[in-house]
């Protein structure tokens, strides 16, 4: 079951119906991935059969604003990796990483330009980000690709094949 508002950006459905279908004990990242995807595809398969065209588009449009924002958390836990890397004194360090996530903030704002306004993870930035909600991003979205491709290659049969071969993630 899917409810779309699509002037507020809100598709929920309900998650948890993946967990049901796949669930590996003690494994957040892996189950957390597997619901996206099976939330995306869910919702994917409502709008072909239910969707207008207006719906289509903009959920294809809010699929590209989600990758642009999980790909400018990944390029920051990049950037942070390196900064710890390099080591150096402790208030140094703090204050590179202070200035990281300005430049993260900076970053998002222009996205939000070339999304001609769009502001729906601005409640995200208000949260003042830090290692740990980065790490919520990479939890939920590490291994959709591979997830995503596992679904292309056996023609979008989603509970059989993701029983069959969660084994390949």
Not at 75 to 96: H, I, N
Not at 124 to 131: D, G, K, S, T
Request: charged content about 30%.
């Amino acid at each position: 079951r899917f409810k779309c508002d699509w002037s507020s950006d809100v598709c929920s459905s309900d998650l948890e119906l993946a967990h049901q279908i796949v669930y590996v004990k003690d494994d957040t990242e892996f189950n957390e991935s597997f619901a996206v995807v099976a939330e995306r595809e869910g919702l994917r398969r409502w709008l072909a059969a239910h969707g207008s065209e207006v719906d289509r588009e903009t959920q294809a449009r809010m699929q590209r604003y989600r990758a642009d924002f999980v790909a400018l958390m990944r390029a920051q836990r990049v950037k942070l990796d390196a900064l710890y890397a390099k080591g150096g004194a402790p208030e140094t360090l703090r204050e590179a990483k202070r200035q990281a996530f300005i430049d993260m903030r900076a970053a998002y704002e222009q996205l939000k330009t070339q999304w001609g306004g769009y502001a729906g993870y601005d409640r995200w930035f208000e949260q003042a980000p830090n290692n740990a909600l980065l790490a919520s991003v990479n939890l939920y979205t590490q291994r959709v690709p591979a997830f995503e491709a596992l679904l292309r290659a056996h023609d979008y049969d989603l509970p059989r094949r993701s029983e069959e071969h969660t084994s390949e993630l």
